[in-house]
């Protein structure tokens, strides 16, 4: 069927083309017109639809990762299907990042240290590129004979200079994991994938520290040590932020098509039958309770197989194999329930 608006369309565009190139041949104007509705009618190809619908995605994926913060490191991401992937990464927690300056935590910036991360990612969109997930991370990091203020929050700064805590010349060792809920986007140019990413939620430390030293204080709310060195630990949360570019290279890809294709499929190999039950209604030879449980059942084989292809376990083959059982059964419905009123 053409739409009118599209014909109208087809019929202006075709008619300026005319006037610029000067043709006035009646009969050229005739096939011309012809030819662009003629083009404009036929079903698109199975090349076409595959090349609309296409989806590529690589299976592998080893990348170099900087966040901004303070960490870089290597990964791996191993995706197992168009919607879900694992990320793995490992690496080195490096002092005194770009934002050291900015954020006044107490000894934030002065670790060194590791860190392995596990990222469970989700992908969504149309074309898979961008993903939300969990950033699941463990690190291990500290320092050696450094002045930081006590304890491991951030200084305390009252409306007094006598608030101002003592300095302590320590060691730290720090055990954390951070569970974090992440968003990121992967654009992949040649092989060569570019992913920014963002994780922010709370890290959850264990610190052991050693004070060697400890400047005075007139305020006597800040206990002073009677010995040294002296030993403690505790434990904290805090708000950990991370956000970076991965830069990597991709390999094996993959390419399955979106839900449409194989809905349009469908809808093309049945184009024929679903015009006849329309006319049949349309002649008032079925009623229109007929041709609206038509359109049901029609629509309810769209619906499952847009529901199967968005599940983790789709399986190309057996999609392809759903058309072929989908136009069966929409001809089937057309013959078991109109046939003898189309011969009438």
Known sequence: MIKKTKLKTNFYSTFIVMYFFNIKNKLTLILFLFFSIFLYSQPPSDVILKKRYSLTYYKYKLYASFDFVRMAGLGFEYRSNPFQALDVQAGFIYPNGIFSSGISANDYFYMKGGFISFTAKKYIGRCKHFYIGFYNAFHYYGYNKKWAYPGTNYPYYGDDYSDYPPQELRDRRTFSFTLAPCIGGAITVNNISIEPYLAVGPEFTYDKLTVFEQTSTQNPYYQTYSTFPSHYSSSNAQLNVVCGIKIGLCKKPTTTYSYRYYVKNVKIQTQDVYVEAINLYRYKVISAQQI???????????????????????????LNNSVIQSVKSIQDYFNSHFKANSTK
């Open 292 to 318: 609206d449980d038509f359109k049901q059942f029609r629509s309810s084989i769209f619906k499952n197989i847009k529901n199967y292809s968005r599940t983790s376990n789709s399986d190309t083959t057996y």
